[in-house]
């Protein structure tokens, strides 16, 4: 997956291309930013409720993207901050992290407009935002992002549609080989006595194993012939998964990291799928949000003053709210699904996400954090008010102009509808990870109400 997404060489994101880019009918696929603004001002003002509860910071507030595609979602959130003006002005930078360095681009051209001076820095570009006086940051990849650890930074992150495009790795439980039962039955010596089982080397366990789904090269089903399609010959999938026929060192080590997969391993044939990669960047949101130790008890590292939490960050993806994802990698182009081992590089690749291991990986990384939701999309944005402003829009629409408003209904519709499989209210979730307060305040959106001042 990660090389198929995000290789230097013919990654599918980043390979820059000529005429349209991933997104939009155009495209292969359309997101949320994409359908309606209402979604990233919802959004922008989530994180000013959270500002208003964490005590209305007046300096040192981050702003952080991971994976901000056209840029649309962080263009309609700071347009939305900008008419809060005193949160506006505590932020002291947005942090883009994108791997695309075509996308950096656009996302440059959209934040801060043709006219605005960009400097090219060691970390990729800098420039400032069209709507007010904040510079915005580049970095391709989350290793890059300053830590500012031990500083009092407010970091305020989102991250939509950017954990389905982590790789995963695939595994199968199978029963015990028949080695084994070999290795079992009772020995018995000449004088007819029991003996203990042997020791030996080849010792398997007796209970079921973790077998690694691993990608192989197919065989090609079609030999091109005259008669043969190029549609035919580009969808053979040149891969396919196989079962690893023993042990990997992840099979050995991933699974057993969290108990929520041992008593699936008991049930040979159960699958499972886990992202060390999302369960990385999650628990580098849950550190500069709740910082590394919080116990007073406890030195910091190297000494440095202790981060008091504070900050929140935001998870909008699919993905099933409590259960592991089994079989979901897909592919897709042209707005269709397609093989995950077709046309490599070509091809969109995404697995759901894992909420529940998200949550773990955040509580696990520090114990300055606690997680909220996940909840669907669409009680999150009705939550946020959204039906309020879409009537607003549609208020400002000239009253002959009905394909306008509909336009405007309909794309919200689409954000919150929950019915047929695509339902993206449902099928959409929201997590949130917020400073660790015992859980006695429910942030706007999953169930809590807005603290009010003067913003
Ligand atoms: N959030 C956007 C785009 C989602 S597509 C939207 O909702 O429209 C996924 C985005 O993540 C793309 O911008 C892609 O280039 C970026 N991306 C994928 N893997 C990445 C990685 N490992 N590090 C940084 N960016 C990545």
């Known amino acids: 997956m990660r090389q198929c997404l995000t290789s230097t060489q013919g990654g599918y994101y980043t390979t820059t291309r000529k005429k349209s880019d991933q ?42 993207e991971f994976g901000p595609g056209r840029g649309t979602l962080m263009d309609d959130m700071l347009r939305t901050i900008a008419t809060f003006k005193v949160f506006a002005k505590s932020i002291e930078g947005v942090y883009l992290v994108e791997a695309s360095e075509g996308l950096r681009e656009s996302q440059k051209r959209v934040l801060c407009g043709n006219e605005k001076e960009t400097i090219k820095t060691e970390v990729g570009w800098r420039c400032v935002s069209k709507y007010f006086d904040v510079p915005v940051m580049w970095v391709e990849d989350i ?78 089903r079609i030999t091109p012939s005259r008669l043969s399609t190029q549609k035919e010959i580009e969808s053979t999938p040149d891969f396919q998964l196989v079962h690893s026929k023993s042990s990997t060192p992840t099979s050995l080590l991933l699974p057993e990291s969290s108990p929520r997969y041992q008593a699936l391993k008991l049930h040979p044939g159960s699958s499972i799928e886990i992202s060390p990669d999302s369960s990385r960047h999650i628990a580098d949101f849950a550190r500069r949000i709740g910082g590394t130790s ?36 897909r592919g897709i182009k042209s707005h269709a699904r397609v093989s995950p081992f077709s046309e490599p590089g070509l091809v969109d ?29 669409g009680g999150f944005l009705r939550e946020m008010g959204g039906e309020m402003r879409v009537r607003q829009l549609v208020k400002g629409v000239k009253i002959e102009d009905e394909e306008k408003k509909k336009v405007i209904e309909g794309a919200w519709r689409r954000l919150v509808e929950k019915g047929g499989p695509q339902g993206m209210g449902r099928i959409y979730k929201v997590l949130a990870v917020l400073p660790e307060g015992g859980g006695r305040r429910a942030p706007v959106g999953f169930g809590g109400g807005v603290l009010v001042g003067d913003v």
């Open 23 to 64: 997104f939009g009918r155009k495209g292969d696929f359309i997101t949320s930013p994409e359908i309606s603004q209402v979604f990233g001002e919802l959004v922008g003002i989530w994180f000013v409720t959270e500002w208003m509860a964490q005590g209305k910071k007046s300096n040192g507030v981050q702003l952080i």
């Open 143 to 220: 290793n890059l992002l300053p830590k500012d650890e031990g500083k009092e930074k407010m970091p305020f992150i989102i991250a939509h549609e950017f954990f389905d495009a982590l790789p995963i790795h695939a595994f199968e439980s199978v029963a015990p080989s028949p080695a084994h039962q070999e290795s079992t039955t009772q020995l018995i010596d000449p004088t007819g006595k029991t003996l203990p089982p042997r020791e030996s080397s080849t010792k398997v366990n007796p209970t079921p194993q973790w077998r690694e789904l691993l990608v192989t090269t197919a065989p090609k």
């Open 294 to 329: 919080t116990i007073p008890s406890q030195p910091s590292p190297n000494n440095a003053p202790r981060k008091p939490p504070s900050g929140a960050a935001l998870i909008i993806d699919y993905g099933p709210s409590s259960t592991i994802p089994v079989n979901s990698l």
């Open 349 to 377: 690749l995404s697995a759901d996400v894992d909420f529940t291991a998200l949550a773990e990986a955040a509580c696990n990384a520090s114990p300055g954090v606690e997680v909220w939701g996940p909840v669907e999309q």
